[in-house]
């Protein structure tokens, strides 16, 4: 897929959003992204995190991301109480609802009140956000997911590959739970949703952002510990060590 040069540059960086001191230890990262405007040298930090569904995680969080810089964050499983979404003092990409048999499953928190973005809600569901993000004049198209396991893997990727045809930007960042395993992202093995991402992905001219084999979740139950690699956050060509 063709890609038009634009003045941005993107790297791996850590989230540094994390889930110490959570109930049962538990908590998600995944790598994250700084988007570099070199005009005005400032770096969009986006980090990606799993919050557990946990009142604590999401306050531990959003304290994360205002110390460190942090501009946009893409949740999954956020904590949203009775309400069934997210409620918190930043403004929250995500879908409008209160029907708590369907609560919000991700969002995205803009903690910069300086970022400008575009939201379409027609695609904003519980579980997918797409929207658009403009720095220094040019468009970043972000999506973020939660992947249902039981959910059909195929289902999810037509929706992802339409909404990326319909934000029509060349530069985009997905970032998301997808409960799979591959190799491309650190796991010892590939399962059958980890393949089917993996080829969806590469058909996409999507680079996957996270490196080594370092676990993106954590839990300790009981006397035993947990780990996973099931977050990851990959981007377009332009977005790739400009």
């Keep these: 897929m063709p890609?038009?040069?634009?003045?941005?540059?993107?790297?791996?960086?850590?989230s540094g959003v994390n889930g110490t001191g959570l109930p049962e230890q538990l908590f998600h990262t995944a790598k994250g992204t700084e988007v570099f405007s070199q005009k005005h040298s400032r770096a969009i930090k986006i980090a990606q995190v799993n919050l557990g569904?946990?009142?604590a995680a999401l306050q531990e969080c959003l304290k994360t991301a205002e110390s460190q810089g942090i501009a946009i964050i893409l949740v999954q499983?956020?904590?949203?109480?009775a309400k069934a979404h997210v409620t918190c003092r930043?403004?929250?990409?995500?879908?409008?609802?209160?029907?708590?048999?369907?609560?919000?499953k991700s969002a995205v928190i803009v903690v910069?009140?300086?970022?400008?973005?575009?939201?379409n809600p027609d695609i904003i569901t519980e579980n997918i956000d797409a929207c658009k993000f403009k720095i220094c004049n040019h468009?970043?198209?972000?999506?973020?997911?939660?992947?249902e396991e039981a959910q059909d893997v195929e289902q999810d990727l037509r929706i992802i590959s339409n909404y990326r045809n319909i934000l029509d930007s060349e530069n985009i960042i997905i970032g998301g739970d997808l409960n799979?395993?591959?190799?491309?992202w650190g796991c010892d093995v590939e399962d059958r949703r980890g393949t089917a991402i993996s080829e969806s992905f590469a058909?996409?001219?999507?680079?996957?952002?996270?490196?080594?084999?370092?676990?993106?979740?954590?839990?300790?139950?009981?006397?035993?510990?947990?780990?996973?690699?099931?977050?990851?956050?990959?981007?377009?060509?332009?977005l790739l060590n400009k």
């Design 3 to 14: 890609t038009v040069p634009i003045p941005l540059i993107a790297r791996n960086a850590r």
């Design 53 to 55: 569904r946990r009142y």
């Design 77 to 81: 499983e956020p904590y949203v109480g």
């Design 90 to 104: 930043h403004r929250v990409i995500q879908k409008q609802t209160n029907d708590t048999q369907k609560p919000v």
């Design 112 to 119: 910069d009140s300086s970022v400008q973005y575009t939201v």
């Design 139 to 147: 468009y970043v198209a972000i999506i973020n997911i939660y992947m």
């Design 180 to 184: 799979a395993k591959s190799p491309w």
């Design 203 to 238: 058909q996409l001219e999507l680079h996957i952002l996270n490196t080594g084999k370092t676990p993106t979740f954590w839990a300790h139950r009981g006397n035993r510990d947990y780990t996973s690699i099931v977050d990851v956050t990959a981007c377009s060509n332009g």
